[in-house]
């Protein structure tokens, strides 16, 4: 086994670690370490990473289930339509991309740049979610649940989960929480079965146009993200999921600006 392939493994631990003590996180570790370490094309990458994830956070929410800290009414409002623009998107919208966007000279970007370009926006995003602490307003937990903002919501976080291959949990948890008011320990439960289910739906749309899969990389990456799963729920118990979020977020954002420069500039 290569050097890159043995790190890969490591840092796939790190994606259950993170699914398991936050919900989030695990497709932006998972995405530019098959990338950029194991050098999976992309495009690729992204199916990959719903496999992995999907299954991580199946598995981790089953976890979540039995300490009673998953809302499965929200997990259906939530997930069906966060489920079907994954599936939309990833038949329909990714396929439909040109080879080649922008061919100006020598200047070309690819479909491949713009995916991960995409995804260190998203990164970004994701990483000023995670920095910022979120204040639940006590004047509103009596107002009643706004249902369209939680199906539109749902659909943005398909699309983009979809797109770029990522659970969409920075998203999804807050929205459980300011939307569905749900406590944050059970917003983190709840949302690595909707991670899941939209993950793995958006996989199997990939297998009828990626039947060449590297399934021993696949699997082995999976094996070791669900390990990190264990790990993490284990330390949930004794880290405090705010701080580590926090810290997570910097590194997030450091990863996105990574990639633009070594898409754009580098």
Do not use: C
């Not at 004047?139 to 770029?164: H, T, Y």
């Not at 459980?176 to 793995?200: N, R, V």
């Amino acid at each position: 086994m290569e050097i890159s392939s043995i790190i890969g493994y490591f840092l796939a631990v790190l994606v259950g670690i993170s699914l398991g003590l936050i919900g989030s996180g695990g497709s932006i570790l998972s995405v530019p370490i098959l990338v950029y370490i194991m050098h999976v094309e992309p495009v690729l990458a992204t199916g990959y990473s719903l496999f992995i994830v999907g299954v991580s956070a199946l598995v981790g929410g089953i976890q979540k289930a039995k300490q009673q800290l998953v809302d499965f009414k929200n997990v259906a409002l939530f997930g069906i339509p966060t489920i079907i623009a994954v599936f939309l998107t990833r038949n329909f919208i990714v396929p439909a991309i040109p080879e080649k966007l922008i061919e100006i000279g020598t200047f070309v970007v690819t479909k491949s740049v713009f995916v991960m370009l995409v995804f260190a926006v998203v990164m970004v995003i994701a990483s000023i979610r995670m920095i910022k602490p979120m204040q639940h307003k006590e004047s509103e937990s009596d107002k009643p649940l706004n249902m369209r903002a939680i199906v539109f919501q749902g659909l943005g976080i398909g699309l983009i989960a979809g797109f770029v291959g990522a659970g969409g949990g920075f998203l999804i948890i807050p929205a459980l929480y300011f939307l569905a008011k749900i406590s944050m320990k059970k917003a983190i439960g709840t949302s690595l079965f909707i991670i899941a289910f939209q993950s793995l739906i958006g996989f199997i749309g990939d297998l009828n146009r990626t039947p060449a899969m590297d399934w021993n990389l696949l699997l082995g990456f999976t094996l070791a993200s669900i390990v990190g799963i264990f790990i993490g729920n284990l330390l949930s118990k004794y880290i405090s999921g705010d701080k580590l979020k926090t810290s997570f977020g910097w590194f997030v954002l450091l990863m996105g600006i990574y990639i633009i420069l070594k898409e754009v500039v580098l």
